[in-house]
């Protein structure tokens, strides 16, 4: 299995403490970290607005970062899980993606999705389309973005997205970015994953992953795809102690902190993501739950650690037992 790691940008209000200053430092250290140690991608996410609820807290942009990264580290992959189609014109995305990935020598990893944060979406003036449009702009969007990277050039006449003779020069350094399709709707978007994906990336519990690996199967074998050439990957919250009142000690401080910026309901609302997951244990337990994941076709988890700016504990046990079991 391959492991990817989420840098904290503040989408989770996990720089909260860290002054503006000093927020690019921390970011960049965790990159530097995941150079050395043992990891083969770092991410960020593609949001504006913190979550659970916006406030005034950094969400520093992804796009900005992939740049960054690109020129600051040597080894890793860099990702996006995931960008939203319609936050950008797909054609300038691709031609922003392609000069990203010349900085990096043909590092970056193009994760792309229909997009679902409304707040942030009404907030920056992009409306909120139905979500039956939103996957037919990533439809589309996709078309025009393998386009320009595979040929130099796009052209499209959509619903959604024109282009006409567009040019992407110069391309990308192998001549295409590898596309993660994110999102789980059975009826398009794991189509969209079958006709167009590398590698997608959905729901990671036992239960989740097996059924749509099942769907995504189907669409495969509809439209005529190896479904083994798809990398299944999922993103995994993690919280680990070596003991199980180690983890649930950890968990309340966590959701102690952040019921200090987003109040107690929204705060234990948030909690749901990482109690009862299969990362969140003792490493022993997190290396079993992934290693039945490994079995049922997961190749590859994009982790996140909540105290990562701050606390280094949990991302040292990881890399020392879980990581090492799991190759």
Known sequence: M?????????????LVGVAPADQWGVMSSVADRAESGGWDSVWVYDHFHTVPLPTDEAT????????AL????SRVEIGQM?????????MYLAKVAATADLISGGRVQMGIGGGWYEHEWRAYGYGFP???ERLARLDEGVQIMKQAWETGRATLDGTHYTVDDAICAPQPTAGRLPLWIAGGGEKKTLRIAAKYADYT????TPAGFAHKSEVL?????????DFESITRSANYNVMLGETEADVERKLADLEARLSKIVGPDAASGSMGAFRGMPAVGTPEQVAE???GLADAGLAYGICYFPNIAVDREDLELFEERVIPALR
């Open 130 to 132: 139905s979500a039956g």
């Open 201 to 204: 990336n959905f729901d990671g």
């Open 217 to 225: 199967q189907r669409h495969c074998a509809d439209l005529g795809r």
């Open 289 to 291: 739950n992934l290693r």
């Open 2 to 14: 391959r492991f990817g790691l989420f840098i904290p940008q503040g989408w989770r209000l996990d």
């Open 82 to 90: 995931c960008t939203a189609m319609s936050y950008r014109n797909p």
């Open 60 to 67: 520093h942009e992804a796009w900005t970062l992939v740049a």
């Open 70 to 73: 690109a020129a600051t580290t």
